[in-house]
């Protein structure tokens, strides 16, 4: 198969849709087409070279091999004013100072992958105009604006397997390509010094991303169910109280949500039982995990399950709205009462200021994993035995989805950086302790930091133990530990 190969020296294309309204991707095989034309006439307008354009204009539209549009960012840029390259007039006003500036946008495309590859399978034979195709491609140096550098090769191909943007009528992106005759108009439009129109389109399917097979993941929703609020102002408490942060963000949303409360919410059936199906989940974001991490609460985040049907996940949206309302500015606050005489101001945000506070740290895919919070465990151990701890530990994965670790340690100290300790240091001067609300029942469970290891990678967010749902046992992956 005869196929046409464009590497993208610099890595990025530099060419706009005929409305200017967005960078072209892929590269519309038309322009590849014109840029060989131009390679034609810069080379003194070979007939064995016209005869092979000729040839190639009257191929079906190629297929082509390069990025689907979801895999190819959008650079901006600032509109800019720049003199016409082609100003009429007398010979004063055709000077560049003195043309009159227009409007430009220079859009850009940066694929992940800078080679494109079109395709025409039904490219048979005809070997000696593919000598002259391959004397055009030489000569091709750039492709769309000026300085998209590029390198243009006619090669063989052979059917690999990979998805290609195919010509299909019910292809959603149209794409404008040669056709029998382009290379006359184009001829017509130099003579007359006139500036070339678009020619014929033709709809294509975009190439379907193969997905990997999906990593185990726990019950706990991903990115797309975290509301987090982050700190703003009044009384900010240390990590080590958040289980009375827990306690009051629940009971504001139970106030400000519909009645009676629902079990998403309450984390009880309305017997007034412990609920058996997971229920909202709300977690510390502090400075951890970080090389200098101080511990500092920044925010916390409120987090449905995995599965929360859309029922469910209007009433928390209701009770989330009333526990923020949204201001003239658009800005959602909210006055979180610790205490009598403690408020803590918190704003609901959907792009965080600080790293700590974004939920992609937590909710990626990784192998190991270490509690920034300590692991609350359903009961004592047997005579504190270490092994008998961890198959509490490898428990509390199966009760919120995952696999068992094949690799589970056990420490006092947490792996993260910045992050308290289960229990304080003892000595003369013992430091500070966890704080749990009156009367809460998991105040008394013994505490373990830990480190998972799993057989294959995991996705979070990962939230063990009788805590999990105030924010105990609350993991970060080690990969963003090594990374960062």
């Not at 959603?172 to 070339?196: I, N, Q, T």
Request: overall charge negative; some cysteine.
């Amino acid at each position: 198969m005869l196929a046409l190969e464009i590497e993208l020296l610099t890595g990025v294309y530099r060419a706009a849709l005929p409305d200017n309204s967005a960078a072209e991707w892929p590269p519309h095989p038309e322009r590849a087409f014109s840029a060989l034309v131009q390679s034609w006439g810069d080379g003194g307008c070979d007939d064995r070279e016209r005869a092979a354009l000729e040839w190639l204009e009257s191929l079906p539209a190629p297929c082509l091999k390069a990025d689907p549009m979801r895999g190819c960012d959008q650079r901006s840029a600032p509109t800019v004013f720049v003199p016409p390259n082609d100003s009429r007039g007398n010979e004063l006003a055709a000077l560049p100072g003195r043309r009159s500036r227009q409007a430009r946008n220079f859009r850009v495309a940066v694929p992940a992958n800078s080679l494109v590859t079109l395709i025409w399978p039904a490219a048979q034979g005809q070997a000696e105009h593919r000598t002259a195709l391959a004397a055009l491609a030489h000569r091709v140096a750039s492709l769309g604006h000026s300085a998209s550098l590029v390198r243009f090769a006619f090669i063989e191909a052979t059917e690999d397997g990979s998805p290609l943007w195919r010509p299909d009528s019910d292809g959603d992106v149209a794409l404008r390509v040669a056709h029998p005759g382009r290379l006359r108009r184009l001829e017509d439009w130099l003579s007359k010094d006139e500036w070339p129109l678009t020619g014929m389109s033709m709809r294509y399917l975009e190439p379907q991303e193969t997905k990997p097979p999906q990593a185990p993941n726990s019950v706990f929703g991903g990115v797309g169910d975290w509301f987090i609020f982050e700190d703003v102002g009044g009384v900010r408490p240390d990590l080590l109280a958040f289980a009375h942060v827990a306690k009051c963000v629940r009971a504001s949303l139970m106030k400000h949500g519909p009645q009676p409360s629902p079990e998403i919410i309450s984390g009880h059936t309305p017997g007034g039982e412990a609920s058996s199906r997971p229920h909202l989940a709300i977690v510390p974001l502090a400075n951890v995990g970080w090389p200098h991490a101080t511990g500092d609460l920044l925010g916390f985040a409120v987090i449905l399950p995995r599965t929360a049907e859309g029922s469910d996940r209007d009433r928390v949206l209701r009770a989330l709205g009333g526990f923020a309302p949204v201001n003239e500015d658009g800005e959602a606050w909210a006055d979180l009462h610790l205490s009598s005489n403690i408020v803590w101001r918190v704003e609901r945000t959907v792009t965080p200021s600080r790293a700590s506070l974004k939920p992609e740290r937590w909710c990626r895919a990784a192998v190991s994993w270490a509690s920034a919070t300590p692991v609350l465990l359903d009961r004592y151990p047997d005579h504190g035995d270490p092994i008998e701890a961890g198959r509490l530990i490898a428990a509390a994965c199966g009760n919120i989805g995952l696999p068992e670790p094949v690799e589970i340690e056990l420490h006092k100290h947490s792996a993260v950086h910045g992050a308290p300790s289960a229990y304080p240091p003892g000595g003369i001067r013992p430091g500070s302790d966890w704080s749990f609300p009156h009367g809460a029942k998991f105040a008394s469970r013994p505490r373990r930091h830990v480190i998972l290891r799993f057989a294959e990678p995991v996705e979070g967010p990962i939230i063990l133990g009788a805590g999990r749902f105030h924010g105990f046992g609350f993991c970060l992956p080690l990969t963003q530990e090594r990374d960062l």
